[in-house]
């Protein structure tokens, strides 16, 4: 799927809260960067990861699931393999009747997933990382893919 600059900005922008489904606690893990990273950039990012229930994280109390979480959340971030994506949506449409996004991370793609959560109106994004999309487009990645911290004219 191909999704259009336009409609990830918008889904960035409108979104305050992210649930971060599958998070770790291991700082070389893909889950964990990118949690911290969109914790660092303002967004309340809430760790959702039953193995590590009840530990801190970026500020938050990870929770053992999204039935967990008390407060409303704008957009579920998945980290988990797709055959899994199906009971983590119908939850997630359960728990947060405002959910604006659920946004499956690369390599993470469900069909099944993806219509229901749309029948609901709730905007889906597969296989691609907010991350890299929020770097890309609001200016923090260079055409070589990392930021060098330099201004210059020169780049």
């Not at 991370?105 to 219509?115: K, L, R």
């Not at 889906?124 to 999309?133: A, G, R």
Request: with cysteine; aromatic share 8%; hydrophobic share 45%.
């Amino acid at each position: 799927m191909t999704y259009s600059d336009d409609l990830l900005k918008d889904v960035l922008k409108r979104t305050k809260s992210i649930a971060v489904v599958g998070v770790s606690m291991n700082p070389v893990r893909p889950s964990y960067f990118v949690a911290r990273y969109m914790a660092l950039k303002g967004y309340r990012v809430i760790p959702v990861n039953p193995g590590h229930a009840g530990k801190m994280l970026f500020g938050e109390k990870i929770r053992g699931s999204l039935s967990d979480i008390e407060t409303p959340v704008d957009m579920v971030d998945i980290f988990r393999r797709s055959e899994a994506v199906p009971p983590i949506v119908d939850e997630a449409l359960a728990q947060f009747p405002e959910l604006q996004t659920v946004w499956m991370q690369i390599g993470v793609e469900n069909a099944e997933a993806a219509a229901t959560a749309e029948a609901r109106g709730v905007t889906v994004i597969q296989n691609l990382c907010p991350k890299m999309e929020y770097q890309r487009l609001f200016g923090e990645l260079r055409m070589g893919g990392f930021a060098t911290g330099v201004i210059s004219s020169k780049l």
